[in-house]
């Protein structure tokens, strides 16, 4: 144990850390990130000792071997909101998005990884999307930098990131424009893991795509020239 500013912390999470610079290990893969990579324990304002791509994956393995278990957590946590007024409504707009959105944007973000990685043409979401899986792969692979490669790729080193964020438009089913703009290619690019994580849905300003209105969102699109998205 260490004191730090007067708080018991554990030693190892200010190991490997060099605030100065902003950098710090990741104890689990290893590999040396900016702060921006980690999560902070705002109780002792101290960063968590992997990165959040590790973190990641350590919840989605988590999940996925203890179903049961999340399962019965969600049962107790959904059976005890629904008695208290304040998350009625919160839990009914909390739904409404999610199954707008970000079900759609999920299946869609699998199924072109699954197809870029396995080579297998999967139509529907090429109907969806109005476009083949070779011209997505010419266009994401005529946007690659200096060491991107199909193989970094595959090894989960890059990914496919919105230039826009998913999360600035609504939409309701995929005939919609703002799908359809949000999922074009125009809106697509490669972008190192590490550079997608950290980017997360910020925008230019810094702001937070999830943090917006709706009337905000419209309101920025509208200021790049994307009115169109809101015709009739």
């Not at 393995?61 to 909101?81: G, L, P, Q, S």
């Not at 699998?110 to 010419?138: D, G, P, Q």
């Not at 005939?175 to 925008?203: E, G, H, M, V």
């Not at 999830?210 to 509208?222: D, H």
């Amino acid at each position: 144990m260490n004191i730090v500013d007067g708080k018991i912390t554990k030693y190892r999470n200010t190991l490997h850390i060099d605030k100065e610079n902003g950098w710090k290990l990741c104890n689990k893969c290893q590999n040396t990130y900016s702060l921006d990579y980690f999560a902070l324990n705002k109780k002792y304002n101290l960063y968590i000792t992997i990165c959040k791509n590790c973190e990641r994956i350590k919840n989605q393995n988590y999940r996925k071997n203890n179903r049961e278990k999340v399962r019965a957590n969600e049962r107790r946590y959904n059976k005890f909101i629904k008695h208290i007024p304040h998350f009625k409504e919160r839990r009914k707009n909390e739904k409404r998005r999610y199954y707008l959105n970000n079900i759609l944007n999920c299946r869609i973000s699998a199924s072109i990884k699954n197809a870029i990685k396995n080579k297998k043409n999967f139509r529907h979401w090429e109907i969806l999307v109005n476009y083949t899986l070779n011209k997505l792969k010419t266009h994401i692979e005529s946007k690659f930098t200096e060491g991107m490669n199909w193989d970094e790729f595959n090894k989960g080193n890059i990914q496919i990131d919105h230039i826009l964020p998913r999360n600035l438009f609504i939409f309701n089913t995929e005939t919609d424009k703002q799908f359809k703009f949000c999922w074009s290619l125009n809106n697509l690019q490669p972008l190192w893991a590490k550079d997608n994580i950290s980017k997360s849905d910020k925008l230019p300003d810094e702001r937070h795509a999830r943090n917006l209105s709706p009337q905000e969102k419209k309101e920025y699109l509208i200021s790049l020239g994307h009115k169109n998205l809101f015709d009739n």
